[in-house]
């Protein structure tokens, strides 16, 4: 069992950036790949960013290529989104996943715990 808290969402001007955070609990934190996922009102939720369990490999969508980019720190349980250059279209909760699938999953149904989201709002 794997519990998941994301924080750091907020309101930000276009242009702006932002950390959010996902702590997890639980001893097997290395075991799984870690994704960030959002959902804007009325639109279905979309993967945002994946990292693989040693923290070596990534993927983002194309949309946040070369803006956003996940990390995580396995002694401290911590996964990490660092959002630049933002703007209105990224407005949406977004939440922390984890995955105990062995490649880089991209798809909300590989994902095992979620977390409750945070909010993020950018303002035009």
């Known amino acids: 069992q794997v519990q998941l808290v994301e924080s750091g969402g907020g309101l930000v001007q276009a242009g702006g950036s932002l950390r959010l955070s996902c702590a997890a609990s639980?001893?097997?934190?290395?075991?799984?790949?870690m994704g960030w996922f959002r959902q804007a009102p009325g639109k279905e939720r979309e993967f945002v960013a994946v990292i693989s369990r040693g923290g070596s490999s990534t993927d983002y969508l194309d949309s946040v290529k070369g803006r956003f980019t996940i990390s995580r720190d396995n002694a401290k349980n911590t996964v990490h989104l660092h959002m630049n250059n933002l703007n209105p279209e990224d407005t949406a909760d977004y939440y922390c996943?984890?995955?105990?699938?062995?490649?880089?999953?991209?798809?909300?149904?590989?994902?095992?715990?979620w977390g409750q989201g945070t909010q993020v709002t950018v303002s035009s």
């Open positions: 639980g001893r097997t934190f290395s075991s799984y790949s």
């Open positions: 996943a984890a995955s105990s699938r062995p490649v880089l999953p991209n798809r909300a149904s590989s994902y095992d715990y």
